[in-house]
C-alpha cells in the first residue's frame, strides 16, 4: 500500500471557508482496505466520506475526504490518514501539519486615477 495526502487548497479555505485534506490510497486489490483519520492525535469520523476503489486490475486507488471548519486548520493541528488491510496488518499513514495563521481578510484600497487619466 502507498499513502499520499494533499492539504486543502488556498480558495478552499479563503472562498468556501472550509478546509478538505484528501488521502489517497494506491496498490493492488483494496476492496478489504479500511481508512482512518487522526486530527492532533484523536481519532476522527465527522467529516470524512471514503470513495469505493476504482481503476484498473493491476493498480486500484481508494481516496478518502476528511472536511474540517477553516478555524481548526489554520489552529495548527496534525492530519494523519492511515490504510490498513486487515486488523492483523500494519497500517500505513501519511501526515500533513497545517501552519498556524490568522484568517484575516485581505484589506482593498482603491486609489483614484492618475491626473493623466482623467483628462
Not at 489517497?24 to 465527522?46: C, F, H, K, N, P
Not at 489554520?74 to 492530519?79: F, I, L, N, Q
Amino acid at each position: 500500500l502507498s499513502v499520499f495526502i494533499q492539504n486543502p487548497s488556498t480558495e478552499e479555505i479563503w472562498i468556501n471557508k472550509t478546509a478538505t485534506v484528501v488521502c489517497v490510497v494506491m496498490g493492488a486489490d483494496l476492496s478489504q482496505v479500511q481508512i482512518y483519520w487522526q486530527v492532533s492525535g484523536r481519532e476522527r469520523t465527522t467529516g470524512a466520506v471514503t470513495h469505493q476503489p476504482r481503476g484498473e486490475r493491476t493498480q486500484d486507488r481508494l481516496s478518502s475526504k476528511l472536511r474540517s471548519s477553516v478555524e481548526e486548520w489554520t489552529s495548527g493541528v496534525e492530519v494523519v490518514c492511515s490504510a490498513q488491510r486487515s486488523p492483523s496488518s500494519s497500517p500505513v499513514s501519511a501526515r500533513t501539519e497545517s501552519a498556524k495563521v490568522e484568517t484575516k481578510s485581505p484589506k482593498i484600497r482603491l486609489l483614484p486615477p492618475a491626473h493623466e487619466e482623467t483628462k
